[in-house]
């Protein structure tokens, strides 16, 4: 899993305090080749040439207090460079700036040392050049991968990476030092470079590389802890303990944010599990009640066979009925099926669809009594399942022409950027308290509970999903008179 990005604040210390770092080696060059200039022409006599001591103050001053002065204002930089975020990741990201330019400065110090004894003359040219070429890069470098990885991305502690990186670095940094300083301390008091060479190969490097190794297993083992807390959880977690969830570590790292989109993932399957539960009880209610109803029709009808005038009435009714259940289960079937298939896209004119449907209700039983009517002066192409529009306009037609008094109008209208499809009736409306529970699956307004009025309550709930499948929306606007239903789609589809 890759981390998050660092927040703005959080970037500026890596890269001012590398450019602090990397300047402080050029200021201190400059200096001293400011002070050989200083010193004059060298001496064309050998004994004086040699001994000529042309930048030694300045080197004192460098290695002394130079040093822990360029180191501070590395540190300011760094700390200065963090304004807007916590005070203690900017002091934590400050002090690991310091801790690392000062030992660059006091091994980079402790060299123009050593070359001014031997090498007077041209120490300050020498000075230069490693400066510019490794010195100063490399202080830069180093310094702004330190601060990277102890400031992690601003949280309450260093992340999982920054303390991976600091441990092997670390613990590879002094043992190497540690290594060169007892070769170069062999080879001052004995000359013997040949045996220290196949010591170090044979036993110092193994060494290295297992004391390191050692170090950063024993802090990814301690990183990891949480990691395992989070596993065991998870092991423990069944369908009937969703509510259960994983400990989310105060670390501010790429494990904490495993843990809480761990979380969030168990929100989001416990929503799930929930709705599922509730959607079957209401799927079973609805579909015990008329089934109840057509047994008891029939079986009376058996049971009394002479009660009964007209056979035909009784299978009427019946017939009714199935058809009912068979529209209801339809509408399960859908609403179980949507985003399990492959979308379908392609070409559709939400004006000639409407303008059929409307025709269409025209004709129907319920609509008899009603003016439908459809207002879309111009074409409304746009990328979307045929059927699915079909079965979203009809559901909102249906709905409206139930509800309405006298009057439906559909109107489709296209812009750049949108196209909104509008199903108005002059019905007593929607009131603003029910405009959002409307759309949940089997709920029916007071007015629209009987059976001869009353659908089962999934055809708003399968228009909203629908349009949403679309990318779009589904809304009740508001209107003086009756319900007014909106879907908007984005142009694109």
């Known amino acids: 899993m890759r981390e998050p990005h660092r927040p703005v604040w959080a970037t500026r210390p890596v890269w001012a305090s590398g450019l602090a770092a990397a300047l402080v080696v050029g200021v201190a060059v400059a200096w001293l080749q400011y002070a050989d200039r200083a010193a004059g022409l060298r001496s064309t006599w050998p004994a004086v040439h040699i001994n000529d001591d042309r930048v030694g103050p300045q080197i004192e001053q460098i290695t002394t207090w130079g040093t822990w002065l360029g180191a501070l204002y590395v540190a300011v930089v760094c700390l200065l460079a ?96 540690a290594a060169v300083r007892t070769f170069q301390t062999l080879n001052d008091a004995h000359d013997t470079l040949d045996k220290v060479y196949w010591i170090a190969v044979t036993t110092g490097v193994p060494l290295t590389a297992l004391l390191t190794g050692f170090l950063v297993h024993v802090m990814v083992a301690r990183a990891l802890r949480p990691v395992e807390a989070i596993r065991r959880e998870l092991a423990d977690i069944t369908g009937q303990s969703l509510d259960r969830r994983v400990p989310v570590p105060p670390t501010g790292d790429v494990i904490a944010d495993l843990a809480r989109t761990t979380n969030a993932t168990l929100d989001r399957v416990e929503a799930a599990a929930t709705r599922q539960r509730e959607f079957t009880a209401d799927a079973a209610h609805e579909l015990r009640s008329p089934l109840a109803a057509l047994r008891a029709q029939l079986e009376s009808a058996l049971r009394h066979p002479d009660s009964v005038e007209n056979w035909q009435e009784v299978v009427r009714e019946a017939t009714e009925d199935v058809i009912r259940l068979q529209h209801l289960t339809d509408d399960l079937l859908l609403l179980a099926g949507q985003g399990s298939a492959a979308p379908v896209r392609e070409p559709v004119d939400l004006s000639a669809l409407a303008e059929d449907l409307v025709r269409e209700h025209q004709h129907l039983p319920e609509a008899k009594t009603l003016r439908v009517r459809c207002e879309a002066p111009a074409p409304a192409v746009m990328p979307g399942n045929p059927t699915h529009l079909d079965r979203l306009l009809r559901n909102l037609l249906t709905n409206a022409c139930r509800h309405a008094r006298t009057e439906v109008t559909v109107t489709v209208a296209q812009a750049p950027t949108h196209t909104t499809l509008t199903v108005q009736d002059d019905g007593p409306g929607i009131p603003p308290a029910d405009r959002t529970r409307v759309f949940d699956r089997f709920t029916r307004l007071d007015t629209a509970r009987t059976r001869t009025t009353g659908g089962a309550g999934l055809g708003l709930p399968i228009a909203r999903d629908l349009a949403t499948a679309h990318g779009g929306t589904l809304t009740i606007g508001d209107s003086e008179e009756g319900a007014l239903l909106v879907a908007r789609f984005p142009a694109g589809g």
């Open 82 to 177: 963090g304004k807007g975020g916590p005070w203690w990741v900017r002091l934590r990201g400050a002090a690991v700036a310091a801790a690392v330019t000062a030992g660059l400065y006091t091994a980079y110090g402790l060299w123009l040392v050593r070359e001014n004894e031997y090498g007077k003359v041209d120490v300050a040219e020498k000075a230069f050049r490693w400066a510019i070429a490794c010195v100063g890069p490399s202080a830069g470098l180093i310094t702004a991968a330190a601060v990277a990885a102890a400031m992690g991305r601003g949280g309450a502690r260093i992340s999982f990476r920054g303390r991976v990186a600091l441990t092997a670095a670390g613990a590879t940094g002094v043992l190497f030092f």
